[in-house]
């Protein structure tokens, strides 16, 4: 447990020192320039803080890398991981916004809202985070988490798999701070971290998030005048029939993605 800590405590101090690293030293080199103030201070402080923490967890060997995976042709896994962050999207937007508005209040709408209508924000939010984060949560934390699972015989049972899946998962919510993706990162986390423990590789959790995390992109370029912190029935032209349909056939896409997942992973 203490190294999952120590990860999650780096990554958090990458993140600050970069910040404010950004925005006394790096910002007034780019006064008058034609960009956003926050999409540029966002995208200054990611890439940097990304190239540190990105360095210092493969040097350490805090989240080990290999091609043994990728060798492996998992071909069908990917796309299966593929379609099924596809059709998750619906299924889960629509869960979050039964949650009470109080419990789920974005309070960075007009940030996020600024970074997807920047092609630069694809840098901070399609790249960056997909890398960094499975690096990080699932390469490092989650590994750890399970190592300090396994009994003294060096076995780890599922149901001490799932609980450091789990903790993994708080961590990763707890991480983004906003009250409007902590629900959604949660059970995300639980997905990836599944994904990871059933694989032994980060590559399906990144193709996952980076998947998801671009359809926000697409959505913006479809509806350019609908906000993205907008409610979902708001894509649909307010037709509540049309969402509940999306809703039901996205799901039924979805539960043969994760049968098919759990047998295809389970063989590997």
Request: aromatic share 14%; with cysteine.
């Amino acid at each position: 447990m203490k190294y999952a800590l120590l990860f999650v405590g780096y990554f958090l101090v990458c993140q600050a020192l970069s910040a404010l690293l950004v925005k006394y030293a790096m910002m007034p080199f780019f006064a008058g320039a034609n960009y956003d103030t926050v999409v540029l201070h966002t995208l200054l402080s990611t890439i940097l803080y990304s190239v540190i923490t990105l360095a210092t967890f493969m040097w350490m060997k805090w989240c080990p890398v290999s091609g043994n995976y990728i060798s492996s042709k998992p071909m069908g896994v990917l796309g299966l991981v593929s379609l099924l962050s596809l059709t998750l999207i619906l299924p889960s937007t629509w869960m979050l916004e039964l949650l009470p508005d109080e419990w789920t209040k974005d309070i960075l709408a007009d940030t996020f809202d600024k970074l997807l209508r920047s092609p630069e924000g694809y840098i901070v939010i399609g790249i960056a985070a997909p890398l960094v984060e499975e690096v990080v949560f699932r390469g490092a934390i989650l590994r750890a988490l399970l190592e300090w699972m396994k009994n003294s015989f060096g076995e780890l049972t599922n149901k001490k798999a799932w609980i450091a899946i789990a903790i993994s998962a708080m961590f990763f919510a707890a991480i983004h701070f906003n009250p409007a993706q902590i629900p959604h990162a949660f059970f995300g986390g639980l997905l990836l971290g599944w994904l990871y423990y059933r694989t032994g590789s980060i590559i399906p959790g990144i193709l996952y998030h980076l998947v998801n995390n671009s359809v926000a992109f697409l959505l913006v370029w479809i509806f350019p005048d609908v906000r993205t912190d907008a409610r979902l029935i708001e894509y649909f032209g307010n037709n509540d029939m049309a969402l509940t349909f999306s809703v039901i056939v996205s799901t039924i896409v979805a539960i043969p993605c994760i049968l098919l997942l759990n047998r295809m992973m389970k063989r590997a």
